[in-house]
């Protein structure tokens, strides 16, 4: 993402993570915003950004850097060294960093955002495990006795382009015989 004027200024045109000048400096907006305002986003190195877009984080050594860009002026510096930091659990350094810088709790909140997002995901699984889409196709696990209806479904029923419950991670929608039901995931396996 191009850097506005207002970030060239702010940066002095080096990385705000790990000070180092780079002649493609990139606009990161800190997740889980997502819009391009100055005060959401970070400048960021070639380095900084190539690790941060692949969530690899194994180079501790590299983050050391945030030791000190913990301290920034900048809300969005703050947020995002306290984030990758977060995911150094090992670096006792970066334990002592996390916890010897003063965060605001807005800002606390901020980082932890997206951790919070992902662990609320309704993810649908079938009987076996394995993670099921909307659109999948499945086959039943057993013998359903069909609410509102005077017929079973048989186990080895295959039911086409199933749809998610939003809301409810062990029910999905599908159709057996003209009926659109209600199916327990327990009670499903995904079609290969």
């Known amino acids: 993402m191009t850097i506005t004027l207002q970030l060239q200024n702010r940066s002095n045109q080096v990385c705000e993570l790990c000070s180092l000048p780079d002649d493609n400096l990139q ?3 800190v997740p889980p ?3 391009d305002v100055a005060d959401n986003q970070v400048v960021l190195c070639d380095v900084c950004y190539g690790q941060i877009s692949s969530k690899d984080f194994s180079n501790a050594h590299h983050w050391r850097c945030l030791e000190g860009s913990i301290w920034s002026e900048v809300p969005s510096v703050q947020v995002l060294s306290y984030k990758i930091l977060s995911k150094l659990p090992a670096e006792g350094w970066a334990q002592n960093a996390m916890e010897s810088a003063y965060l605001d709790e807005a800002l606390i909140e901020w980082a932890n955002a997206e951790d919070v997002i992902e662990a609320e ?6 009987s076996y495990g394995v993670v099921l889409q909307a659109g999948d196709t499945v086959i039943l696990t057993e013998n359903l006795n069909v609410k509102g209806t005077n017929y079973i479904a048989p186990k080895g029923t295959v039911v086409r382009k199933i749809r998610l419950v939003s809301d409810n991670a062990e029910q999905v929608e599908g159709k057996i015989n003209g009926d659109t039901i209600v199916i327990l995931t327990k009670f499903i396996r995904r079609s290969v």
Request: proline share 0%.
């Open 33 to 35: 915003k997502t819009d």
């Open 27 to 29: 606009a990161y907006t």
């Open 121 to 126: 995901k309704v993810i649908h699984k079938d």
